[in-house]
T-cell receptor, first 114, second 113 residues
Framework: AQSVTQPDIHITVSEGASLELRCNYSYGATPYLFWYVQSPGQGLQLLLKYFSGDTLVQGIKGFEAEFKRSQSSFNLRKPSVHWSDAAEYFCAVALNTGGFKTIFGAGTRLFVKA | NAGVTQTPKFRILKIGQSMTLQCTQDMNHNYMYWYRQDPGMGLKLIYYSVGAGITDKGEVPNGYNVSRSTTEDFPLRLELAAPSQTSVYFC????????????FGQGTRLTVV
């Protein structure tokens, strides 16, 4: 069965430092890949998505992610973190079959210290 | 354009009570989904629908029922509420075709006491 793994439950970075959040997936076919962000008590906001083409995708708020097929990974990066980036980040995958169900990872909580 | 609308936003239920979480989308999307999110966890798929009259189970369907009589509406029914169903529920939709993500509602926070 398909699954999404986010190995880091929480990460703490200093404001201005770079960030990388890891995501690995288990799928038999080429997946569609997403990163969402969720602030406490809020809904989900899409940061970026990958369907095909260039494996480095740019998103909102200065985030980017790179799809590496050989590693089954889709890691999220940001060169300089702002205090407002503190939130929960979810990696998700979907297959274009069977209702295009989106499967989510357990999330990584980002803390930003001054 | 309202997108995906969920009602109510908050609800407290007593054990054994029943209720329906409403979800409506105005984008004419074929696919609709219900997820639950437990504290500190990701979203788990409860049920989904690929069109009016067609529904199927997701990862965690026990204790829930759904129906899809129209393209716009996809209500989620809890028949006998249990404390384990305390969660935040998200409804989502997406079109049948196109390289696009699912669009999410703002969620319903349900507490069963």
């Amino acid at each position: 069965a398909q699954s999404v793994t986010q190995p880091d439950i929480h990460i703490t970075v200093s404001e201005g430092a770079s960030l990388e959040l890891r995501c690995n997936y288990s799928y038999g076919a080429t997946p569609y890949l997403f990163w969402y962000v969720q602030s406490p008590g809020q809904g989900l906001q899409l940061l970026l998505k990958y369907f095909s083409g260039d494996t480095l995708v740019q998103g909102i708020k200065g985030f980017e992610a790179e799809f590496k097929r050989s590693q089954s990974s889709f890691n999220l990066r940001k060169p300089s973190v702002h205090w407002s980036d503190a939130a929960e980040y979810f990696c998700a995958v979907a297959l274009n079959t069977g209702g295009f169900k989106t499967i989510f990872g357990a999330g990584t909580r980002l803390f930003v210290k001054a | 354009n309202a997108g995906v609308t969920q009602t109510p936003k908050f609800r407290i239920l007593k054990i054994g009570q029943s209720m329906t979480l409403q979800c409506t989308q105005d984008m004419n999307h074929n696919y609709m989904y219900w997820y639950r999110q437990d504290p500190g966890m990701g979203l788990k798929l409860i049920y989904y629908s690929v069109g009016a009259g067609i529904t199927d189970k997701g990862e965690v369907p026990n204790g829930y029922n759904v129906s899809r009589s129209t393209t716009e509406d996809f209500p989620l029914r809890l028949e006998l509420a249990a404390p384990s169903q305390t969660s935040v529920y998200f409804c989502a939709s997406r079109p049948f075709q196109g390289n696009t993500e699912a669009f999410f509602g703002q969620g319903t926070r349900l507490t069963v006491v």
